[in-house]
């Protein structure tokens, strides 16, 4: 595609249910990132994949969020049991494994 | 851990006056890349230093990397509205996959 492309782009989960965001990399990308990120703040680093390996989940808060790209492309970030401090946008980025990173447009979750 | 700075947090300026950001690590980088972003929008990669005292420009902005690759800073010559927005610096450090982004800096232009 033409850019990387996140969905849902809004979420409002009741705490507790669980979520799923996805993403979508530039075709052809090898490298993809999660970040996390709260109003106001920069992005922090949540996991990193290489195809379909997850080289980095250091970024992960708790094991509740669970991050997969089972085929070297599209990946989704799950959350369980999500609660009120998860509640931030959900960056994805992706890679050629060079310079330029691209990121997605974000998903919003919002937990009440 | 490591941890990158940046300073100052907001900046207000007239239209036509020059910006600065400062970006801080607390270790060495491999690298470093500025992103800007715009109020509800995603970090927009702008550059990606790499060597010891580099200096870049893009018609009015200004990169530099540090000799030491611990700090860089972005100058934005005679800001106009479309400066608007936060500016983020990332620092990569090999051996790692992540890009360990700074605070930010918020700028603000009054037309």
């Known amino acids: 595609g033409a850019g990387v492309s996140q969905s849902p782009r809004y979420k409002v989960a009741k705490r507790g249910q669980d979520v799923a965001l996805r993403c979508d990399p530039i075709?052809?990308?090898?490298?993809l990132f999660w970040y996390q990120q709260a109003l106001g703040q920069g992005p922090e680093f949540l996991t990193y994949f290489q195809n379909e390996a997850q080289l980095d989940k250091s970024g992960l808060p708790s094991d509740r969020f669970f991050a997969e790209r089972p085929e070297g492309s599209v990946s989704t970030l799950k959350i369980q049991r999500t609660q009120q401090e998860d509640s931030a946008v959900y960056l994805c980025?992706?890679?050629?494994?060079?310079?330029?990173?691209?990121f997605g447009e974000g998903s919003w979750l919002t937990v009440v | 851990g490591q941890q990158v700075m940046q300073i100052p947090q907001y900046q207000h300026v007239q239209e036509g006056e020059d910006f600065t950001t400062y970006c801080n690590s607390s270790?060495?980088?491999?690298?470093i890349q500025w992103y800007k972003q715009r109020p509800g929008g995603h970090p927009v990669f702008l550059i990606q230093?790499?060597?010891?005292?580099e200096v870049k420009k893009q018609k009015r902005l200004t990169f530099q990397f540090g000799e030491a690759k611990k700090n860089s800073s972005l100058h934005i010559t005679a800001t106009q509205t479309t400066d608007v927005g936060t500016y983020f610096c990332a620092g990569y450090h090999s051996g790692t996959y992540k890009y360990i982004f700074g605070t930010g800096t918020r700028l603000k232009v009054l037309a």
């Open positions: 075709s052809g990308h090898v490298s």
């Open positions: 270790t060495t980088l491999s690298n």
């Open positions: 230093l790499v060597k010891s005292g």
């Open positions: 980025a992706s890679s050629m494994g060079g310079n330029t990173i691209y």
